[in-house]
Structures are given as structure tokens and as C-alpha cells.
């Protein structure tokens, strides 16, 4: 049992913040982060069953680990503001993911996670290498409001995200973890099954191909930052506190932007306070203008991309943003030529989607 409140070595919007790390009576972590060192007494917890993740099976024409973990099967599916898991809990009521009655940021240990600390040994599968799923999958709360997005929940709240997960990212690369994703999926047309403001962080045992892919791109000498320069012209959206958003001229997704910071970086942590400020702005911002766009709640897939152990020579950070729609009220499919070669049909030229972002 860990109960115990630090302050962080670090400050956001020029304040201190505390972490208060807590374990869950079915042994899961629990982290609040705040401006104020959360002190409360939890509430009574039952107990719980909790997965230890899936299995890992290598795909050997597409050169990819793939993770298997049919217990996902039962997650909670779209369950009402009534019963909202992220929500604090209350005395007499469900019990939820965080047994207390209130919090500003909440990370925990996800209870249907894909990848775990002590996963069990795979399957032998004839033809097909198999490994140990081993790693960790964290459920990021951004607020204890069941409605809201990067955008309503304000900079300060931001910012404290910020930190907190340059928190995670350096707690899970001193345990082991080869690449660590911080990411949000929103809208149901992405497969939300949880409508609560969150995110999610999934931390790695090998580096998945993308980044790998990445990474022998910047040691063959392509300049993420001096490209994005050279397009901010015609291709940028906004900028602060030296950092862009760009509409990169080779997006996949119509509408697609990449928030780039005018300086190479490996990941988040190596930001000035200035390029803090202004990371966490655009996240907002960019939020604010898909939903302004498409007149609706914007379906998009938010990815933090840092430098994955071991490939961290010549690695610029970005975040990408993929949102998955083409016009309001019509939604950007992934079908059968995307799916099956990896080729992406897009439907909006990036200057053209630069152009009516920038305008909002």
C-alpha cells in the first residue's frame, strides 16, 4: 500500500505541483496531480479482478508486434453520466476509478489494459513469434467534469497536464519502457467507449514500426523543424511561444497538423517555460478550431511523438493531430486501399486545410 504526496521538481504556469500517489485496493497506481497537495481520506474500495494484460504475436509481413488481449472484450461500453468511471466518487454512490470526491488531474492504471508490468507468458503459436506483452497502459483524467475538452478545461489545466506527463514519461523510461505514447482518442467515429474528458498513455517493450520508420528518417537527414519552417507560409495554421502548427504538405488525414516546436527537441521535458506555455495553448486551440471547422464535436486522434529509447540521435518531437473527418458531417473512412497498402487516399489539399484552419 502507497500513499504518499510529493512536490514535483517542476512548476507549470509558475506554480508548484504536487503528486499525490496512491494504490487502489486492487493494487493498481493511482496519481493526483495539482496545485494544491491533495489530502483527502479515500473512500471504501471493493474488490477487484483486474487484468494483467494480453499477449504479443509478430506480424512477419508487415514487420510488426501486434498486441492480443481478448479481455478488452469487456471493457466499459458508454456508460451514462450516472455511472461515469472517471467521475469522482461519491459517499453512498457507485464506485468509480478514483475513490475520492474530488481532483484536478488523475492518472491511473487502466483496469482492461492491452500491456502490464507481469503479463503472462504467450501462447506458442505454430509460425508465428510471440513475446511477453510486457509494459503499461495508464487512463489520463483531464478534469473531474464529465463534459468538457483540451480546449473548455482552461491553460492552467493544461499546463498541469503538461506536467504530468513528462511525470509518466520519465517514470516509465526509468522502468524499462522503449517508447512511451501519450495520446487522446475522441468522438465515437474513433471507438471512444468513455465520453469523460481523458486521454491515455501506453508505454512500450520494443519500438513499434512507425517510430522506428521515424527514426531512420531523421538519421538519413531529414529536418522536421527546418521543413516546417520553410512551409510556414503557406502551410502553417498559428504559432506560440515558439512553437507551430502546421498543416504538413505530406498529411495523410484531410485536416491533418503536426504542432511542431521552432527548435529540435526529443520530447516535451526539453521545453523552455515559454515553449510550455505555448505547447499547451495550441493544444487547446487547435481543439477549439476543429469543433469551429465542423460546426461539432471533432473526432480526432491526438498522438505525442518523442523520442523512442535508443533512437533519441537526430529526433525531433511533434504532435499529430488526425482528425477524422472531411467536411462537416462527413467522416473521413479508412478503407480498403488505406487499409490494405497503407496508401492514403486524401480528400483536402494540406494548403488548402491550412488555409481554412488559419482563418478560424
Known sequence: MIDE????STVAAGRTVYRRHFTKRDGRPLFLYGYKAHSETAL????????????????????EWNVYAPHRQNRTFKPSSADDPLAPSRPGGPETEIPFTDFELAIFENKFTSLHREAPEPQQVIGVESAVAKGHCDVVVYTPEHTGNLHTIGQDKRRLLLAAWNDRYATHFSNGAKFVLPFESRGDAVGVTLHHPHGQIYTFPFVPKVQRDAAA????GYDLVGHMADCRE????????????ICPPFARFPYETYIVPQRPVKGPWEFTEEEADGFAHLLGDMTRRYDALFGQTTPYMLSLHAAPVGLEKDWQFSA???????APGRIKYLASVEQSTGTFTVDVMPERAAQELRAL
Open 5 to 8: 504526496t510529493n512536490t514535483l
Open 44 to 63: 471504501p474500495q471493493e474488490e477487484a479482478e483486474v487484468a494483467k494484460g494480453g499477449e504479443l504475436r509478430w506480424h512477419p509481413l508487415r514487420r
Open 217 to 220: 528518417g531523421f538519421q538519413d
Open 234 to 245: 503557406t502551410y502553417g495554421v498559428t504559432s506560440a511561444g515558439g512553437i507551430d502548427v
Open 320 to 326: 499529430q493531430f488526425y482528425p477524422l473527418m472531411r
